[in-house]
Each structure stands twice: as structure tokens, then as C-alpha cells.
């Protein structure tokens, strides 16, 4: 490693040279079974022909001009989102984080347009909306915050999957605009709410003139088993951030509009040099199409249940299991300790893992993941689980 980069990661003792589908190796020749997608980002695999063709093709005529001038790609991409979606129009940025600062600028600026001097949003508890002030300012995890100091003010932090919570900030606070809240909470544990959590989130928002803002970073583009997770309770928010599997591993962000909430960025108002340039449009262009082609949406569903039940059967009456939750392919296991050594312990299995919120072990395998690469997963995963939780309970 560079001793020349920031060191802002607490990297694992490995290098990648090369992947193919759900496998990675690394300059060593090892190979790997990738249960993360690069944090939910290479949903169809690695080096998938599709998205090869499309970056290669591209590539041989423009990568970028400005949003000064017409993109054709762009306009295509913005059109394909918005049928898929069932919102207006779309801002293109190039990450998570600035989708969320987009969606943050609509609430604001809607607020404002209402006479709102100091336009306030609700937030959740362990949610995580970015790392740029505002989105870190937004985002339920004080550990990410500190030495930021001052963040900013205009947040209001209410428990996550509690309506009566949100019911009653309303009561307590003036100039209340939107609510910003994740479908799933991915990095506070993977947190599946109740069935019908953002459904009357979406009443609330109309009951009082709110916009409701979704944050599907994570959650998006096919993830959950739906293209956006939202579809799931067959609602429709005013704003919705998607980046992460968009671009397949090519930054991309987008944050969505409809209603209301897509008339209120107008020229000038906000801006990005790289966002929806050629090249990853016509990446993320590749990866909707291949969604479709694939049926991998609906296979996301399917994979899902069978790694979630083939979890459950195999950590079935071990000591230290809290709880296994998913939403399609986002699973979480929840152990009663930190388990963050596990992901090493994987590492030298050959599996690639993550622990979130200090005691759940998350999985975000790619969705192109096969019956016998679910099977090698849950068992391998399963063991080590079982040898770390008997060693702790030892010690």
C-alpha cells in the first residue's frame, strides 16, 4: 500500500488484480467469493460483458463535455429512471453522498419557497446518508461525526421504524419540510422496518405538506427484490437517491423527483462537473438493460429467501444469534457480541464479508449468485460463526 494515501481506511491485508462474476482474486492468485459487491455495488458480478461493452464503446468517441451542453445518453438514462421509478426527472451526480445533498437542497430550498426561514428534516437514529457535512449532519451515527464539529443544524433525529416517534416531532417542532429515511438501514445493521412503516410515513408526509425523501443507495436498483424498494408498499415518494449499484462499480449518483419536489432546482441552483457525463450513463445505461434481460430483479427475491433460509437451518440453536433478517439480498446476522474479527476470519476463508454496526455481519453477495455459490457461502459463513461464537463463550 502507498504510503503516500490518506489513511481514512482501515484496509484488510489483501490486493485485487481481477474478477469474474461473484470471484475475485487476488496478486497472489488466491480466490475469493465476494458476499459484499464492493459494498452493494457490483450487483451483476465483476467484470460482466455487458457493462465491458458499454464502457469500451463509449470510451472510442466521448467520456465528457459539462452539463453545459446536451447528453444524449443522459437524457436517455433520466428516461429509463423515471419509467422505472415512477418519478419526473432525475439529477445525475456522481455519488451517494451528493445525491443526499441534492435531496437535502430540494427540502430546504421547497421550504423556504413556503416562507420556511429555517426548514428543518427528520432523521433516523443509525441511519448513514453520507460523509460530506450535510449528509454527515443527517446521519443517525455520532461515532462518524466526531472531530466534524459544527454539523449542520436543521436535522431532527427520531428513532428508526417508530411512526408515534416521528408523530410526535412533528408536534414539537416548527418548519418540519421532509423526511429522509432509508427503506432499509444497511449500514445500522440492516434493519428491516415493519411491513407498513413507509406506507404510513407517506401519509404523514401528506397529512402535513412534507416532502418524503428516500434514501436507496443501498436498497436500489434491484437490491431488495423490487427495482426500487419502495415498490414493496406500492407508494410514491417526492425524492429518491440512488447511486452504488447504478454504475456497477462506475461512479454514479442520482437523485430523483416527482410532484412538487421536481419543480424546485432550477437553473443555476445546483450543479455537477462529472455528473451524468457519457461514460456513466452509458455504464448505468448497461446495467438497467442487463437487470431486465437477466430477470435479475426477480432472482434477487428468489436468492434471497434461499440464503436467509439456508442461514437459519445452519445457525439453527447456536448460542450468540440475535438475529438473521434480509430484504432480498441484503441479509443481516445479528450476534449478542462485536464480531468485527470475523471478517478477517472470513478473509482467510476465502470469503469476502463486512460487519456493521459492531455486531451484525452483513452480506451484500451480487446478484448474479448461484445455487452453488450460496451454498459454499452459508456454509463457510456458518462455521466460522459457530467456531467464533464457542471460542468467545469459552474465553
Not at 442461514?311 to 462485536?338: A, F, N, Q
Amino acid at each position: 500500500m502507498s504510503s503516500h494515501i490518506m489513511p481514512t481506511y482501515g484496509r484488510l491485508p489483501v490486493t485485487f488484480a481481477r474478477g469474474s462474476g461473484a470471484w475475485l482474486w487476488d496478486t497472489d492468485g488466491k480466490r475469493y467469493l465476494d458476499a459484499l459487491s464492493g459494498i452493494a455495488v457490483c450487483s451483476l458480478g465483476h467484470a460482466h460483458p455487458a457493462v465491458h461493452r458499454a464502457i469500451c464503446k463509449q470510451s472510442e468517441t466521448l467520456l465528457h463535455t459539462s452539463n453545459v451542453y446536451g447528453i444524449a445518453v443522459q437524457e436517455t438514462l433520466a428516461s429509463r429512471l423515471a419509467e422505472l421509478s415512477g418519478m419526473d426527472n432525475v439529477f445525475f451526480c456522481n455519488s451517494g453522498a451528493e445525491a443526499n445533498e441534492a435531496a437535502i437542497k430540494i427540502a430546504r430550498k421547497y421550504g423556504h419557497s413556503l416562507g420556511i426561514d429555517v426548514p428543518r428534516i427528520i432523521v433516523m437514529e443509525k441511519s448513514f446518508h453520507g460523509r460530506t457535512l450535510a449528509t454527515l449532519s443527517a446521519t443517525g451515527n455520532p461515532k462518524v461525526q466526531q472531530g466534524f464539529e459544527p454539523l449542520v443544524e436543521g436535522f431532527i433525529r427520531v428513532p428508526y421504524n417508530d411512526v408515534a416517534a416521528i408523530e410526535q416531532a412533528l408536534t414539537q417542532n416548527s418548519g418540519v419540510v421532509a423526511i429522509l429515511v432509508e427503506p432499509v438501514q444497511g449500514e445500522g445493521g440492516v434493519n428491516v422496518p415493519a411491513a407498513d412503516y413507509l406506507n404510513r410515513i407517506r401519509a404523514l408526509c401528506d397529512r402535513h405538506h412534507l416532502l418524503m425523501m428516500l434514501d436507496e443507495i443501498q436498497t436500489g436498483v434491484g437490491r431488495t427484490g423490487k427495482f426500487l424498494a419502495f415498490q414493496h408498499n406500492g407508494i410514491l415518494p417526492d425524492v429518491v437517491t440512488l447511486a452504488k449499484a447504478l454504475g456497477n462499480g462506475v461512479p454514479i449518483g442520482a437523485c430523483l423527483a416527482h410532484g412538487k419536489a421536481a419543480q424546485v432546482l432550477t437553473a443555476g441552483n445546483h450543479g455537477s462537473t462529472f455528473g451524468g457525463n457519457l461514460l456513466a450513463c452509458s455504464a448505468a445505461l448497461a446495467v438497467l438493460e442487463t437487470l431486465e434481460q437477466e430477470n435479475l430483479i426477480e432472482r434477487a427475491e428468489r436468492q434471497g429467501r434461499a440464503i436467509h433460509a439456508t442461514l437459519t437451518e445452519s445457525l439453527s440453536g447456536i448460542l450468540g444469534i440475535v438475529d438473521i433478517r434480509h430484504k432480498g439480498m441484503m441479509i443481516g446476522i445479528e450476534l449478542d457480541r462485536p464480531c468485527g474479527d470475523l471478517v478477517s476470519l472470513a478473509l482467510e476463508q476465502g470469503l469476502l464479508i463486512n460487519v456493521t454496526n459492531e455486531k451484525t455481519i452483513r452480506l451484500l453477495p451480487p446478484l448474479i449468485i448461484d445455487d452453488a455459490q450460496i451454498e459454499l457461502l452459508a456454509a463457510t459463513l456458518s462455521g466460522l460463526i459457530k467456531d467464533y461464537t464457542a471460542q468467545v463463550v469459552t474465553l
